[in-house]
T-cell receptor
């Protein structure tokens, strides 16, 4: 079956602009996670959705970052007033509720100039 | 993340065994994982172990967990050129179905002929 997909695969924007990154989880997966991976680092947790609600947003770095999942499937990560330090690969993962394994998408590579 | 530490590089000859080591700090970790990341690709789950286990073997992969020392290792038998990648150790601290992962910085494994 289809895995987790993310669009766009690459995004280049200018400092101060707004960007949206999309994640399509595996069909039927109720849990969805966003992570950010900076160059040379491991992924860092941003936010976790259970269904439509953000059950844990403790990893969001500041209020410029926001994520939604209005219908409990597709999720969008939104970054306002982008800064050069936001440049990273943004990874999405999904799993079934209570399942200990997460399946990752290929990521969106964001470059803020 | 700062809770999980790994050595940064490992070079191994084709056909030899590779051993990648990881230490973690949180004794309440429930699951410990090994992920593989090839250039430009997302994360592939290789294997994982529940924290009440000492060892898990899956084909060429052997995971050893020393809970007392908070040390996790991944052994790859008969290492092949296709095993060249970055390997991430990760832990999860489960809370209310939230399996968010904390990753190490990754170990770059280079397989030489």
């Amino acid at each position: 079956g289809a895995g987790v997909s993310q669009t766009p695969s690459n995004k280049v924007t200018e400092k101060g602009k707004y960007v949206e990154l999309r994640c399509d989880p595996i069909s039927g997966h109720t849990a969805l996670y966003w992570y950010r991976q900076s160059l040379g680092q491991g992924p860092e947790f941003l936010i976790y959705f259970q269904g439509t609600g953000a059950a844990d947003d403790s990893g969001l770095p500041n209020d410029r970052f926001f994520a939604v999942r209005p219908e409990g499937s597709v999720s969008t990560l939104k970054i306002q007033r982008t800064e050069r330090g936001d440049s990273a690969v943004y990874l999405c993962a999904s799993s079934s509720t209570g399942e200990e394994t997460q399946y990752f998408g290929p990521g969106t590579r964001l470059l803020v100039l | 993340g700062e809770d999980v530490e790994q050595s940064l590089f490992l070079s191994v000859r084709e056909g030899d065994s590779s051993v990648i080591n990881c230490t973690y700090t949180d004794s309440s970790s429930t699951y410990l994982y090994w992920y593989k990341q090839e250039p430009g690709a997302g994360l592939q789950l290789l294997t994982y172990i529940f924290s009440n286990m000492d060892m898990k073997q899956d084909q060429r992969l052997t995971v050893l967990l020393n809970k007392k020392d908070k040390h996790l290792s991944l052994r790859i038998a008969d290492t092949q050129t296709g095993d060249s990648a970055i390997y991430f150790c990760a832990e999860s601290k489960v809370s209310s179905n939230d399996y968010k992962l904390s990753f190490g910085a990754g170990t770059t494994v280079t397989v030489r002929a």
